[in-house]
């Protein structure tokens, strides 16, 4: 069965528990109110988190305990955690795990799994009957400061191990990963460590891809040349890395392998077909997707990108979905047009002028506009509001209409 997985290395906040409880209460008695029957008659797929990083201090967070104890009470949840993070952050899960030994699990691979990583039950949790050909990772931050770069190596390297070709999609400051001559003093080097990967991929027969977004890269000092014949080089990236258009990165994201992100859901669709589907075979689908714009925006780069990302995805005829949540409900604020923004800058003007593109709409979470007590904006009629049981359905179906095997959710 393929099963629907939640993946963290970020803090969790306080917020982004609240609405991940009210996501697993609509999982649960909205989509399989049998999960808590004694003996259902439907089986239900677990919904499994993976914690790593910083998102392993929620734990001993006394803000958090609550949600977990809601979490932790629903028959189709369970918690994997890597060792190393909460050995390296000196944190204990023994009381959760005495009280919920079958829902809390630290991967420890014990006799008979030598070898095996968290990695391996994720890639077990998305295998298919036909194994995955790749896997993808949209990487959005920098290295060194964000630790999730160790993680990427090693989800690469599990993924050559079980003969899957690795895909790194640099966007944003995720660039900034395969810059060549890196030099860290204390940690593992994320560009030799990359190019290793790629070069066992290549020995293997697969196919690994590293692709940059030539807009995050050229405003970041990144250049391509031509050089000897015609072949298009870069003197400032690793060997192998390439500067592609978004569309050519947002073409990877048509086909039905798994994408991942620092923040990420990769879901199988619940479908109840009455009539044989005759349309295309699953691999030819084009997933649906959902992106969470979590950052305000114009402190970061976050929503920008989102927003930018939807809107490539919705060209190449992805059912995309935009969901302003958490700080992203202030992109929605103001009705005063700002003087001598430059333009592309004004956020609130692209969502105005996107909003009537097929396969793309917008969503802002009313929880978190209420929260912070602001008000958006009622002229914007292209961006709905919407309530907990909405999120749940944004999140975990795909839009009406649209018949798919499985939905992405990436958070920016």
């Avoid at 560009?191 to 030539?214: H, I, Q, R, T, W």
């Avoid at 258009?245 to 619940?270: E, K, N, W, Y």
């Amino acid at each position: 069965m393929n099963r629907n997985i939640f993946l963290t290395s970020e803090s969790l906040t306080t917020e982004r528990l609240s609405w991940l409880v009210e996501l697993l209460k609509f999982y649960s008695t909205r989509l399989y109110p049998e999960s808590f029957h004694h003996h259902p008659r439907t089986p239900t797929p677990l919904f499994t988190f993976f914690l790593l990083g910083d998102a392993c201090y929620s734990f001993i967070d006394r803000r958090h305990l609550q949600f977990w104890e809601i979490l932790f009470r629903l028959p189709c949840f369970q918690c994997i955690f890597e060792p190393k993070d909460l050995h390296m952050r000196r944190i204990s899960i023994e009381p959760f795990r005495v009280r919920y030994p079958d829902q809390i699990i630290p991967f420890d691979p014990g006799k008979g799994m030598i070898g095996r990583s968290i990695w391996d039950c994720l890639l077990d949790l998305k295998s298919t009957p036909t194994r995955p050909s790749s896997i993808g990772f949209l990487h959005m931050h920098s290295p060194y400061m964000y630790h999730s770069d160790s993680g990427v190596v090693d989800l690469f390297r599990t993924a050559v191990r079980r003969g899957i070709s690795p895909e790194f999609y640099g966007y944003l400051d995720g660039v900034h990963t395969m810059h060549r001559d890196q030099k860290p003093l204390h940690h593992e080097n994320i560009g030799e460590s990359l190019l290793d990967v790629y070069s066992s991929a290549v020995k293997n027969g697969l196919s690994p891809m590293y692709l940059l977004c030539p807009e995050s890269a050229g405003s970041r000092g990144y250049s391509t040349y031509t050089g000897e014949n015609g072949k298009v080089v870069s003197a400032s990236l690793i060997p192998h890395a390439r500067i592609r258009s978004l569309d050519q990165i947002v073409s990877r994201f048509t086909r039905c392998h798994p994408i991942l992100t620092h923040t990420a859901f990769s879901m199988g669709v619940v479908t109840h077909r009455k009539t044989p589907w005759i349309g295309p075979p699953p691999q030819e689908r084009k997933p649906s997707l959902v992106i969470l714009a979590t950052h305000s925006p114009y402190g970061t780069e976050f929503t920008k990108g989102a927003i930018t990302f939807a809107v490539a995805c919705a060209h190449q005829e992805i059912p995309t979905r935009v969901v302003f949540i958490e700080e992203g409900v202030y992109a929605l604020t103001g009705q005063d047009s700002p003087a001598g923004m430059l333009p592309g800058c004004d956020l609130q003007s692209i969502i105005e002028t996107t909003s009537r593109m097929d396969n793309l709409e917008y969503f802002a979470y009313t929880p978190s506009s209420q929260e912070r007590g602001i008000a958006g904006n009622a002229l914007m009629k292209g961006v709905c509001p919407i309530h907990p049981n909405k999120l749940g359905q944004v999140i975990l179906l795909p839009p009406p209409g649209v018949d798919v095997d499985q939905q992405r959710v990436l958070a920016f």
